[in-house]
């Protein structure tokens, strides 16, 4: 296609119908698997400025039948795409809140808030609201240790319906974090507006904190404006102690990134929390 000079395209090239039937196998992967529940949820620790874990986020993982193990930037955009991301969305919620449950039987686990990722399509659907209470109550989860992460692509297109199913899931406890914070538009009277909880330090501001002042200065704005707004605020992708000791210093005392743990399986995360009780 290049050969064809400086933005020519060629409709049907065979680059593009390779990329028209790679997508729609994918879609169709997503779907069977779905079915066939060969998607999984990790999870990665979060803790304060004591070291102690507070709570989890959990991130979906696709085992794929021939390519194995499918991160969620190479599938959850085409899932949105194709609307999959509903029964996706719905599947992970119910799998989150099952797990929660059962966390208030142990002492290690009692007291965790799990973090769930909910997508811009799943947060529109009309019935967002009715799902979310119908699993907590199905599952026995503590809706007060279930945290929603939304960003703030998905805040644009109706303010005010987002504004009014939080405050719906608000009411029974439920806690809201605004991922990615400071890579999108948001402005800073919708955030105002907002019934949320957290604001998550985006991880491409943590990687060169301590090289970059820009992302320095964005990072302690970050936590300026949380402070000011009476939301507290957490630090993602931190990596290296000094991050941490610098984060910290700006105020930010909460933390997730491969520095405490990287994302693992339920089994792993709970063998994890022995090991560190034990030490
Ligand atoms: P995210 O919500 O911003 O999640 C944080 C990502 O940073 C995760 O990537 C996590 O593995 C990674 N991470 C954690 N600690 C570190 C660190 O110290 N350094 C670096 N470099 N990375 C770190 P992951 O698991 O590949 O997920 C990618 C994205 O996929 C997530 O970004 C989220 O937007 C989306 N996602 C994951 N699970 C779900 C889900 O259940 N539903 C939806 N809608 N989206 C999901
Ligand atoms: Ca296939
Ligand atoms: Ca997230
Ligand atoms: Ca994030």
Do not use: H
């Given at each position: 296609a290049k050969s064809a000079g400086r933005n020519t395209y060629r409709f049907f090239n065979?680059?593009?119908?390779?990329?028209?039937?790679?997508?729609?196998?994918?879609?169709?992967?997503i779907r069977?698997?779905?079915?066939?529940k060969d998607f999984l949820l990790y999870y990665q620790v979060q803790v304060n400025h004591h070291g102690?874990?507070?709570?989890?986020?959990a991130l979906l993982r696709w085992m794929h039948p021939v390519k194995g193990m499918v991160r969620p930037d190479e599938f959850i955009p085409i899932a949105e795409e194709t609307g999959l991301i509903i029964p996706l969305g719905d599947w992970v919620l119910v799998e989150a809140c099952q797990v929660l449950a059962g966390w208030a039987a142990h002492t290690l686990t009692q007291g965790l808030t799990l973090a769930v990722n909910i997508s811009a399509h799943q947060l529109r659907t009309h019935d967002f609201v009715e799902k979310v209470k119908s699993t907590i109550s199905k599952t026995g989860a503590d809706p007060s240790k279930l945290k929603l992460e939304i960003t703030e692509s998905m805040l644009l297109d109706d303010i005010d319906d987002t504004i009014e199913k939080m405050r719906a899931l608000q009411a029974i406890g439920v806690t809201f974090a605004l991922d990615?914070?400071?890579?999108?538009?948001?402005?800073?009277?919708?955030?105002?507006?907002?019934?949320?909880?957290?604001?998550?330090?985006?991880?491409t501001f943590v990687r060169d904190l301590l090289t970059d002042t820009q992302d320095a200065d964005i990072a302690s704005t970050i936590v300026s404006l949380a402070k000011s707004l009476h939301l507290s605020v957490i630090a993602e992708g931190v990596e290296q102690e000094d991050q941490r000791i610098l984060l910290a210093s700006y105020g930010c005392l909460l933390y997730q990134g491969y520095l405490f743990g990287?994302?693992?399986?339920?089994?792993?995360?709970?063998?994890?929390?022995?090991t560190f009780e034990n030490q």
């Open positions: 065979p680059e593009m119908q390779t990329k028209v039937m790679e997508y729609a196998e994918f879609a169709n992967d069977s698997s779905i079915q066939n102690e874990r507070v709570g989890t986020e990615d914070f400071g890579t999108g538009y948001s402005s800073l009277s919708y955030l105002k507006r907002l019934p949320l909880d957290q604001l998550k330090i985006d991880k990287r994302p693992v399986s339920l089994k792993e995360f709970m063998a994890s929390l022995e």
